[in-house]
């Protein structure tokens, strides 16, 4: 059984500090990672694609993805209110369809 | 770009009654859309994946013939919910991938806005 493991929180961050979330999961094979934000009876919506080692940086995220690991994680920097949604960390395989998706880690960042 | 439009966003109906609902992707063609439905405080959980022109592949435990899905077109998938019962309640959403990534497995999904279903 292929998972993919978050906490499920709650994180809770002052605003303007440093949000960290983590995910790791199980299948070595897998090739392509994402995080989605979820707001309350929202449908998820895509914040970062990585797909090799390292840090990728869009504006205040930063996605980090180690393989050998086999954890990814995202940090949101000078934390909004407005971020306090579930994230989700999602894992494709190499040549596979699906996508599997963590529980999600429920985060809120006090004004 | 990316846009995936799904209909109703809700819809209450009764216990044995039937529910079909629409995922269309409105700027690009998706061959492949996938289907999920979500409990509340749980995560998505995939139900079945819907092919154009051939068969829908379901998730283990997910019963073909209680949803029911289409996919006639390249923009087009629909998932139909057969006589609906109260534990079918749920948010159901739906998502393709643009395939503008070589893979196209390697893109990311996007997604419909969800349908919640309540089943009285």
């Known amino acids: ?3 993919v493991e978050q906490n499920s929180g709650p994180l809770s961050v002052p605003e303007g500090a440093i949000a ?14 994402f995080w989605y934000r979820q ?3 929202k449908s998820p919506e895509l914040i970062m694609s990585i797909y090799s080692n390292g840090d990728k940086e869009d504006g205040r995220f930063t996605a980090q ?6 954890y990814v994680s995202l940090l949101i920097r000078d934390s909004q209110p407005s971020d306090s949604a579930t994230y989700l960390c999602a894992v494709s395989e190499d040549g596979g369809f699906k996508t599997i998706f963590g529980a999600g880690t429920r985060l ?3 004004a | 770009g990316a846009v995936v439009s799904q209909h109703p966003s809700w819809v209450i109906c009764k216990s044995g009654t039937s529910v079909k609902i629409e995922c269309r992707s409105l700027d690009f063609q998706a061959t492949t859309m996938f289907w999920y439905r979500q409990f509340p405080k749980q995560s998505l959980m995939l139900m079945a994946t819907s092919n154009e022109g051939s068969k829908a592949t379901y998730e283990q435990g997910v019963e073909k013939d209680k949803f029911l899905i289409n996919h006639a077109s390249l923009t087009l998938s629909t998932l139909t919910v057969t006589s609906a019962h109260p534990e079918d309640s749920s948010f159901y959403i ?3 991938r643009t395939g503008q990534s070589v893979p196209e497995n390697n893109s990311p999904l996007h997604f419909g806005n969800g349908t919640r279903l309540t089943v009285t």
């Open chain 1, 108 to 110: 809120f960042v006090k």
């Open chain 1, 65 to 70: 993805l180690n393989k050998a690991s086999q």
């Open chain 1, 39 to 41: 707001y309350s009876g």
């Open chain 1, 20 to 33: 960290s979330l983590n995910c790791t999961y199980s299948d070595r094979v897998s090739q392509s990672f």
């Open chain 1, 1 to 3: 059984q292929k998972e």
């Open chain 2, 94 to 96: 739906c998502s393709a």
